[in-house]
């Protein structure tokens, strides 16, 4: 497996690897020496393996004129260790990491299976597609932006343990004491500063009718709203997550597409407030769109987010949220591990 450079390219391969080794696998890892990947991997006592790797750019700097010489070191360290290692089958989960391994796996004849989970493929994935026996796709839009013999549609993996949550252990860790609805806040692996500094700021009107879990990301809490009753905030969760997710009535978030498909398997009603193009490449916009039209989303873009329009739609989801549940219930793009276990398995034979 590959996949790095953020947590979104790393946890769908972590939902894979329960039912991979079910099936008689053995898992091993390849990614870069100082990556996320790496502390992530390792925490799951899979084997790891270290190549250099130099990031893909779209716009200008001047490590674009070293970096390539990095995913050229990259490649024939892959090449390497695949040769030694001799695996059946390479799964890559993007991110800049995966170019030199998915062509180290072509050039040992490996076949490679990817997985891009925004609707248009990134640039990993585009430069790798070519060397891949077939690419998953998590968006319906996506099956057109890629090779009709290579794609399929999956949907995107999701860890067992997300869906095994305790409503009753996440009301603890909220410690309300009031039968209020209550709104989960989350803003990425990293927090959204723009996203903490907007629930904060309309804190006293949330606060009549919601009571609120605010994951709010590593050093961004702050400590003058400890003391408030119904809010509770907290910088990172792992192990708690799956039960404070249980416990929202409400998600607000993003739209990372590792996150609003958890919200679908969870049928969550969420409003998603995607990162602008101008933070981004615009992929967030499109996988809220998605959502949105599926009806399975509330969206507010984020240069019209505004506090009338914020408590506005949250009272609005919070009102139709079981036409909302309806919706995700009736989505055939459930959790994908047993669908993309499939395709593995039969690229491997």
Known sequence: MTGGGSAGHVTPNLALIPKLKELGYEIQ?????????????????????????????????IKNFTDPFKVIKGIFEAYDIIKKQKPNIVFSKGGFVAVPVVLGAYFNRVPVIAHESDITPGLANK?????????????????????KKKVVLTGTPIRQELLEGSRIKGLKLGNFNNEKPILFIMGGSLGSKNINDFIRRNLNDLLLSYNILHLCGKGNIDASYKNLGNYKQFEYVNEDLPHLMAAADIIISRAGANSIFEFLALKKPNLLIPLSSKSSRGDQILNAESFEKSGYSLVIKEENLNDKIFIEKINELNKNKDKYINNMSQSSLGNAVDFIVKVIDKASL
């Open 29 to 61: 890892y390849i990614g870069t020496k100082d990556g996320i990947e790496r502390r992530i991997i390792e925490e799951n006592k899979i084997e790891y393996h270290s190549i250099a790797s130099g990031k893909l750019r779209r716009y200008f700097d």
């Open 127 to 147: 430069l790798s597609a070519p060397y891949c026996t077939k690419i998953c796709v998590t968006f319906p839009e996506s099956v057109n932006k890629l090779s």
